[in-house]
């Protein structure tokens, strides 16, 4: 992530995680520490999101804001390959249903 720092402050303040900024990570609540692996995958510039349980330990708002970016990211050309059981995600796009086969 070297030389991301202005992505890196801007991908905290969408999850509220400017406060913890200066934490170790193992040391954050499981949302936490959900919302600082999004951060990462939002400092750094990628085509293709492969997901698996994006949402778990997130709470309502955070899951708003993931559900909102990975819908954004679908819009402007990005795929998005993502592995949940959180219906709130199934409008997004195609569904492969694992249980069909």
Known sequence: MNGSGLAVNAALDFFGMSNVADKKVKNLSAGQQKKAL????????????FLDEPSINLDKDAKEKLHGLIANRVKEGGLVIMATHDEMFCDLGPIFDMGDF
Not at 42 to 48: E, G, M, N, R, V
């Open 38 to 49: 999004l951060t990462k995958l939002l400092s750094c510039p990628s085509t293709i999101w």
